[in-house]
């Protein structure tokens, strides 16, 4: 069983979870690693920049982006996800909101799915189960596309009772409580207000932990910056790093691992 608790203990927080994506279209690096040789070359990266996870995306949510169907998640996770598990020294992460293509990952290997669809899958909860994987949980609102939720008790309450209920119901199918991982969802069913909120807030949101943050690039990054354009979004990303583990977030899901690990690690 992969144990975040033993994961958070060996390392020094925060741990920081690197962006791979295998994908022609992800909102900032779609198709920089969509070659095996670029993947095993990213992999190198990552991994020797400090990465403590590496996080495999097959499938766009970028808003705006046409969804891969899940035949071509499947095609990709296949033909990249050997590679990455071969030639990284960290665990590796599948980022899917499908169990089809967890149940693929976790065959062939991987230690974490990182689940985005916002909800508890009973097929999902089957693939934790059976190949003894964690779990991260990304708050959405129950969003099914890019559209904001309105949250009438604050976006903080809803994600809070979000992650005591995905708890509850892991915990109650068997699974256990230390492979399980809290993601608020920046940028999934929010308005930037949303955003900016739930990123000042993260000292409350700790309760649960491990908690992790993914604003990498973001678009609150653009608004709180100016940057429209994710390439200039470096030093924003950096900056709510650095705040983000001064709250006491466990997890930093970034695109820049060198730059993150230089800001973060030892505060």
């Known amino acids: ?20 994506n295998v994908t022609p ?3 900032y690096d779609g198709g920089k690693a969509f070659s095996l040789e670029a993947v095993i ?7 020797s920049q400090g990465a403590d996870i590496i996080d495999v995306g097959a499938c766009s949510t970028a808003p705006g982006n046409t969804l891969a169907s899940e035949a071509e998640e499947l095609s990709r996770v296949r033909r990249f996800l050997p590679c990455v598990l071969e030639h990284s020294s960290v665990p590796v992460s599948i980022d899917t909101f499908r169990p089809a293509v967890a149940e693929c990952a976790a065959a062939l290997g991987v230690h974490i799915i990182n689940d985005e669809s916002g909800c508890f899958k009973p097929e999902m909860a089957t693939v934790i189960k059976k190949y003894g994987c964690g779990w991260i949980f990304m708050h959405t609102g129950n969003s ?4 904001i939720v309105r949250y009438d008790k604050g976006v903080v309450s809803d994600v809070l009772s979000f992650f005591s209920k995905m708890r509850k119901q892991a915990t109650g199918f068997g699974i256990s409580a230390e492979s399980l991982c809290y993601d608020c969802g920046i940028g999934f069913g929010k308005s ?11 000292d409350i949101l700790t309760r649960f932990t491990p908690l992790l943050v993914g604003a990498s690039r973001k678009r609150v990054i ?9 390439s200039q979004r470096l030093e924003g990303s950096i900056a709510v790093a650095k705040l983000l583990a001064e709250d006491g977030v466990d997890i930093l899901r970034v695109h820049d691992v060198k730059e993150t690990v230089s800001a973060v690690k030892g505060l």
């Open 41 to 47: 070359t990213k992999v190198n990266m990552l991994c």
């Open 144 to 147: 099914t596309s890019n559209e």
């Open 222 to 230: 653009g608004e709180l910056t100016g940057a429209s354009d994710p």
């Open 192 to 202: 930037r207000e949303n955003d900016i909120e739930l990123l000042a807030s993260c």
């Open 1 to 20: 069983m992969f144990s975040f608790a033993e994961l958070c203990t060996k390392k020094k927080k925060p741990i920081v979870m690197g962006i791979l």
């Open 25 to 27: 279209d992800s909102f």
